[in-house]
Every structure is written in structure tokens, then in C-alpha cells.
Nanobody
Framework: VQLQASGGGLVQAGGSLRLSCAAS????????MGWFRQAPGKEREFVAA???????YYADSVKGRFTISRDNAKKKVYLQMNSLNPEDTFVYFC????????????????????WGQGTQVTVSS
């Protein structure tokens, strides 16, 4: 499956952005999905995950500010990001786990099978 992430940009602290990730195949419906973010020279860090049943799980750093959702009919997963601060400045990636059970959330990047190309989010102070 191919994933296409979009929606990044430059925003002031306190602002909001919504990232989108479009999948190329109907099989998307059976995949657990995740969002990760990465700074230059650093490892990708987990942000949020959503199961095929639309259960959700968040990193502590974004809990209460970010919301992950999915629209299986449109083959898309979203990341609504509110109350952004400069520490949220990263390249954001969406990922798909084809082998997920839908009952356990995966937070390690190596556990995901497919990746989008990344979209830059920059938050100015």
C-alpha cells in the first residue's frame, strides 16, 4: 500500500493543523495506523495510533492536544493537532501496520510495514 501524507506547514504557537494520510488500497480498512515524528538526526518517535476498530492511543507528550481519526470510506487517517508549541516542530510520518490485531497498539517504528513520505510541521514562537 502507498501512503501520502499532507497538511503540514508553518503555524504560530497555540495554533492548529490537521494532517491527512491517504492510502492507495482498500486493504487500508484492515490496517492499524500510526503517526510518528522525527527531527533531523534523531529517531522517529511515536505520536498516535488508531486500530482498525478506531481505538486510539497517544504519546503522553500529545495527549489532550492531538486527535487521531480515520475514514475508511475515504481511505484516510487524520491527525488533528491543537495547541501546538515549538516543541512539536518535526517531520510527521504516517504508517500502516498490515499485521496488526486491532487490539494492541504498536509504538515502535519497526513494527510498521508501510510509510508515507513525511510532511513538515513548523511551529513558531
Amino acid at each position: 500500500v502507498q501512503l501520502q501524507a499532507s497538511g503540514g506547514g508553518l503555524v504560530q504557537a497555540g495554533g492548529s493543523l490537521r494532517l491527512s494520510c491517504a492510502a492507495s488500497e482498500r486493504a487500508f480498512m484492515s490496517y492499524d495506523m500510526g503517526w510518528f515524528r522525527q527531527a533531523p538526526g534523531k529517531e522517529r518517535e511515536f505520536v498516535a495510533a488508531i486500530s482498525r476498530w478506531s481505538g486510539t492511543y497517544y504519546a503522553d507528550s500529545v495527549k489532550g492536544r492531538f486527535t487521531i481519526s480515520r475514514d475508511n470510506a475515504k481511505k484516510k487517517v487524520y491527525l488533528q493537532m491543537n495547541s501546538l508549541n515549538p516543541e512539536d516542530t518535526f517531520v510527521y510520518f504516517c504508517a500502516a501496520d498490515k499485521g496488526g490485531s486491532g487490539n494492541a497498539f504498536k509504538v515502535q517504528s519497526y513494527e510498521y510495514d508501510y510509510w508515507g513520505q513525511g510532511t513538515q510541521v513548523t511551529v513558531s514562537s
